[in-house]
């Protein structure tokens, strides 16, 4: 049984094949419209792996694109999971854990509760914010005329997020109780005049990581779950970026994982979702 999650995501389309329970092999494909990524990331997936088309059982569509994908796609059937459960079953998929709050950083982020008993897995959306990968994009083109992601975390790396921020130092000229020293107080607080661009791109990325962190933090707080945060999407897979989210959690009392393959943990819960209603598809 050969299965394929597909997560036509608002920045990207994740494809995952999944084959007798085992995953073979993913791809990622910048989105250019729902239907020619959901396209490109299928026959690059099949192409990767030498996998006949014909041979594919099924395709387990999600994400915010799969709204316009019909019941079958190149010929092959389809079903939709929604993005919430995918979400939930994937984040716990890779993390290995059986409850969760993960917290999903795409284009913007989505926060959800996630509980397995048994066989039984409840999922929950707990809420979100619009900051998010998008925002990078958009105010890494705004401000720093670097329109890709890879230009914004070039320009990143050689800045130092300390030439923007105001941190407690700057106040108080020490740590306050269990916050460092050089703990954010105002994230860009600090800007003087002629301010150099990697310091701004650098500050971006901490203050984007930090208000993700804490408001992924205070929702898993109170769910119980501030010690089993899981962060996916394709922005935690960068090193700078996951080290200001889990340094962020742990600052709070919390505890993140960011698994290996984050950014398709997504495609993997829609191709689980589709796997556990097998039977009932193919009556
Ligand atoms: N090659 C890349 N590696 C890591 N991050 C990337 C890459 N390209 C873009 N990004 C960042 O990741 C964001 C997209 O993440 P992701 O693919 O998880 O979102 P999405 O699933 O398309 O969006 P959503 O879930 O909100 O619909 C972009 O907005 C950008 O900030
Ligand atoms: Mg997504």
Redesign the pocket.
Known sequence: MIIIGL?I????T?SILIENGEIRGSV?VT?SGPLVSAAGAIGKITEDLGVELSSIDLISCT??GSREIGSSFLGLKTVKVDEIEAIGLGGLALSGLSEAVVS?????T?IVSVRKEGNNVTTRHLGGTGV???T??GLSKLLLNRSS?EGFFELARKGNFRNVDLTIMDIVGGPIGRLPADTTASNFGNVRDGTRLEDIAAGLLNMVGQVIGTVTYFAAKAEGLEKKIVFI???P??KEFSEILTSTVSLLGGNAIIPEMA?YA?ALGAAIKAKKQIKSLFK
Do not use: E, F, W
Request: proline residues 0%; glycine residues 34%; aromatic residues 0%.
């Open positions: 997560d995501g608002g920045s990207m994740k990622q989105a994400g915010g999903s950083i795409g284009t913007g989505a998010g990968g998008g990078l994009v992601i999407g394709s922005l897979t960068i950014s997504t």
